[in-house]
């Protein structure tokens, strides 16, 4: 039997999504010493499936008033654009961004609607009609205003693998079945997590003052292994429908009273083929049909508000996802990104990609409120023969199941 080395640490994250990967980079910046632990791959969950628009509140302004949602997200966009720009960290300038804008439309006239949300609500991103000349393709024969929104529209997948590039020393792929245990003290704060190294089999004991809980979904399970039985969490189902083929480009918000219709987001496969993520009330509503049924209900809604796109050559498919929260009492999403510690561990929920930065300050907040002397031991050399998790592939990327727009047929790749 190797025998067992004992590494001490100021955090160990478990987790790879937006929030972990991000509290990860922002944490190693301060000079803790940290490291992550990935069970499947980085962002398989919610990161990877997400539309990647970077809210700045709108959405939860719609009603005319500044809700706190609106209030925690309003500087977000801010943040994000001077990360994408490179001109803060986390230097964020090689991610993809899908979009610089997105659009806002309906049918009827969006001037009424818009002078109420946003601007009265005193956000940092408020939308600004466009005249028809700047309109994008996608939306010339759309007959109400359409306005502009500065939000940014970013590619997950790239996003996660920029941030696993700039960390990938700290990333360690572990067997939840035999290569994890937890060692508790009487009050539940973690001792030991002892790993196995999945490739050597050689075993090694984190000792870390701090656990950060960034799973999403796989919160629930680590809750229950760490005997956090006051961590109570919610999912919240989506089925999202994909569109692949001649699409135009296009990202935005189609809106209808105080809620968002459809939520359109452009990505290109691996093929090349432009694809649509399709999202909003939809994918609400698609809960509880079937692929076929919500395939026809996405039909009609698109041509409906979206009068001049051509879908005849287009394909289309379904993907399921849970958004993974803490638990409320009314059961919709918190306003915020939240964090509960009990003991020496943190279970945090960015609850948008949007606030990822919001939730690792808010970890850090706690950290160095507990200890600020950093462990700066070489922890890279620990674990320089340590698998490292890959980025999980997009949902486009794994459905086998296409429809074309004028048959049932399924057809595959
Ligand atoms: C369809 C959809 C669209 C969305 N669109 C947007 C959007 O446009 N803008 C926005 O701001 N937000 C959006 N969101 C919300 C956003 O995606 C999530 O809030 C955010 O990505 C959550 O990130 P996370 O890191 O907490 O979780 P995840 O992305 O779910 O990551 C969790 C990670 O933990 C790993 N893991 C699981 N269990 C374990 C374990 N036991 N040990 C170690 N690792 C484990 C997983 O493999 C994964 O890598 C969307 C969500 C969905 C579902």
Redo the contacts with the bound molecule.
């Keep these: 039997m190797p025998e067992t080395r004992t590494v001490p640490l100021d955090l160990v994250i ?9 509290l990860l980079d922002e944490v190693r910046r301060r000079g803790h010493s940290a490291v992550l ?19 700045g509140g709108l959405k939860y302004t719609l009603s005319g008033l500044l809700t706190p949602s609106a209030q925690a ?1 309003a500087e ?1 966009p801010v943040i994000w654009r001077r990360c994408l720009g490179g001109e803060i960290e986390p230097n964020l300038s090689a991610v993809r961004l899908r979009s610089e804008y997105c659009y806002l439309w309906r049918s009827t006239s969006l001037s009424g609607m818009l002078a109420m949300a946003g601007a009265r609500a005193g956000l940092r991103v408020t939308p600004e009609k466009i005249s028809p000349a700047e309109r994008p393709k996608a939306l010339t024969a759309c007959k109400g205003s359409v306005a502009r929104l500065n939000e940014q ?1 970013i590619e ?1 997948a790239s996003f996660l693998q920029v941030l696993a590039d700039r960390n990938r020393d700290r990333l360690l792929k ?1 067997d ?1 079945e035999s290569g ?1 245990e937890f060692e508790l003290d009487s009050e539940n704060n973690v001792q030991f997590i002892r790993l196995i190294n999945p490739q050597t089999g050689t075993p090694v004991d984190l000792q870390p003052r701090h656990v950060a ?7 629930e ?2 809750a229950i ?1 760490l005997r956090l039985t006051t961590i109570q969490t919610q999912r919240r189902p ?1 089925h ?1 429908v994909l569109v692949r083929g001649t699409v135009p480009e296009l990202n935005g918000h189609c809106l209808d009273g105080t809620s968002t219709r459809v ?1 359109i ?1 452009t990505s290109t496969d691996s093929s090349g083929r432009r694809v649509w ?1 399709v ?1 909003g009330q939809i ?1 609400e509503d698609g809960v509880d049909m079937t692929a076929s049924d919500l395939i026809q209900h996405a039909q009609r809604e698109l041509r409906e508000i979206l009068p001049g796109v051509d879908f005849a050559t287009a394909q289309w498919s379904t ?1 399921r ?5 803490p638990a409320t009492s009314s059961g919709i999403r918190p306003d915020d990104a939240v964090v509960h510690i009990r003991g020496n561990v943190f279970a ?9 930065p919001r ?1 690792a300050e808010r970890v850090l907040a706690e950290c160095v409120a507990v200890h600020d002397t950093a462990r700066a031991d070489d922890v890279s050399a620990y674990f320089a023969k340590w698998p490292r ?1 890959e980025v ?1 592939l997009p949902p486009w990327e794994c459905q086998q199941q296409w429809t074309s727009a004028d048959s049932d047929n399924p057809q595959s790749n």
Aim: net charge negative.
């Design positions: 478990f987790g790879g999504g937006a929030a972990g990967l991000w632990l990935e069970a499947h791959q980085l962002g398989s969950g919610q990161t990877i499936a997400s539309q990647g628009i970077i809210h997200i977000m529209v997950p572990v939840l994890l809980l960034c799973a999403g979904g796989g919160n399970q680590l292994s989506l999202m939520t987001t993520q999202g994918s993907y996802v849970d958004r993974a929260e945090a929920w960015p609850t948008k990609l949007a606030l990822a939730l998790p999980a």
